[in-house]
């Protein structure tokens, strides 16, 4: 029995219905920008698996330091200890975090490290004996698939049997260059009627929104409404860090930094889950006291692992060095040429850039999940690239290390997607 048909006994994927989708592909290994799967089919990771291997999967510059690490110390409970990987990734992070940061958290993943920031944003007016109960997001986010992430993000369509249990949020549109005025007047209206804690949002690019990009000057209006009326603000850097956006971070744009930064997804290089949650050490101070309750009591099992540690820090070090600076310029370079060729295609509604993070959206009307889209993915699947379109978006975000000819093949599958369409 192949793989794929073992799956199915006992396997649950997730957002999966399986009813409708039964079928899983098996990959049995991975390179550079290249999946295999068990046919011995291969495919172009033009998404870097969920924008994670942004180096190139099994980067021998990572898996051998992963290999050593583990030889020296695999894993240790992170209350009590600290250890070499931990501390100089902390080291190095801070170097490349906005000048505010100062402090790290560790967690395991994207919806756990906004989860964090959330509860250091109520819990810091909370220990200046002040109840805020409210939070502000915007209205088509993303921030994971567990309950206070999932109440700050915006995309909703599958929350039906969980909304009544969520948090108290307010939402605001994201800027688009002619609201300005709306939103700040909707923001005074909020904090008029409601005690708010913080406000949470992706920063420039809203990934699951379909690569959503807002204005960066509206945002900035935003956080200086924030920091003027006490709003903890937490960017969700979960999808936009470490590159993507042409700077290390996309809060590297804007003037006023945030108070916490959601970190993971490329954080460790796509070589195992961690994430963290850094902050400022005025959040930090807020917590800092004799007083034992109003430290943070939050904590995961696996929170530093050494192995996700040392893959995040060798990952660090591959973004800062020249090569990796040189590919991520020669992308956005390319996408801008292809954009150009692309974007008068009738097919072709829009399309958008920052960085390496390319999409466009077709004409045609698409659902999320629904068959349109799927046949769109069957498309792309036999031509060998893997692209996920989100509803009628299509996007592009491969590994950094994607050679032009691979990013050539990518654009001309698309090209040969909209004669079917
Ligand atoms: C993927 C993502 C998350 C959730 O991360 P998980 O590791 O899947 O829990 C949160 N925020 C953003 C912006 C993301 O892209």
């Known amino acids: 029995m192949t793989l794929k048909e073992r799956d199915k006994k006992h396997l649950w994927h997730p957002l999966t219905q399986h009813k409708l989708h039964p ?9 550079g920008c290249v999946l ?18 942004m180096y190139g999967h099994c980067n021998e510059y990572i898996t051998n330091r992963v290999s050593a690490q583990m030889q020296q110390l695999d894993q240790v409970v992170f209350s009590g200890f600290t250890h070499e990987p931990a501390v100089k990734l902390s080291e190095a992070l801070i170097q490349v975090l906005p000048k505010n940061q100062n402090k790290l958290f560790f967690n395991d993943n994207g919806s756990t490290s906004v989860e964090i920031g959330i509860k250091m944003a109520l819990q810091f007016h909370f220990n200046q004996g002040k109840t805020c109960n409210t939070l502000i997001a915007f209205e088509d986010g993303f921030h994971g698939d567990t309950f206070g992430a999932m109440s700050v993000s915006g995309l909703s369509v599958y929350n039906g049997p969980f909304e009544e249990f969520f948090l108290n949020v307010k939402r ?9 005025d709306t939103i700040i007047n909707s923001l005074r209206n909020i904090i008029k009627n409601h005690k708010v804690a913080g406000f949470v949002y992706e920063p420039l690019v809203q990934g699951a929104a379909a690569m959503k990009m807002h204005d960066g000057e509206g945002l900035e209006l935003i956080l200086k409404f924030c920091k003027e009326n006490n709003i903890v603000t937490v960017a969700d850097e979960v999808m936009t860090g470490f590159g993507k956006t042409g700077k290390h971070f ?8 945030p108070d916490i930064m959601c970190l993971s997804k490329a954080l460790t290089a796509g070589l195992l889950p961690m994430a963290i949650t850094s902050c400022s050490q005025g959040v930090y101070d807020a917590f800092y006291s004799d007083d034992i309750g109003k430290g943070l009591f939050h904590g995961h099992t696996y ?9 995040a820090l060798a990952g660090l070090e591959l973004l800062q060095s020249e090569d990796m600076q040189k590919n991520i310029k020669r992308i956005t370079a390319s996408h801008e040429a292809f ?23 077709l004409n045609t009307e698409m659902s999320r999940y629904g068959n349109l889209r799927d046949k769109l ?6 031509q060998g690239v893997f692209l996920r379109p989100l509803g009628n978006t299509i996007y592009i975000q491969a590994p950094y290390v994607i050679s032009n000819a691979q990013l050539e093949k990518v654009y001309q599958t698309i090209e040969e997607a909209l004669s079917i369409v």
């Open 23 to 31: 079928e899983a592909i098996a990959i049995t290994k991975a390179k």
């Open 36 to 53: 295999t799967d068990e046919d011995g089919k291969e495919y172009l990771d033009a998404i870097a698996s969920w924008y994670t291997c």
């Open 172 to 180: 605001i549109p994201t800027p688009n260059g002619t609201n300005h």
């Open 250 to 257: 996309a809060s590297d744009y804007m003037e006023i930094k």
């Open 303 to 311: 929170s530093a692992n050494p192995l996700a540690c040392t893959a």
């Open 339 to 361: 954009n150009l060729r692309i974007k008068q295609h009738p097919k072709v509604k829009s399309t958008r850039q920052r960085g390496v993070i390319f999409a466009l959206d």
């Open 377 to 382: 993915f069957q498309f792309f699947m036999e």
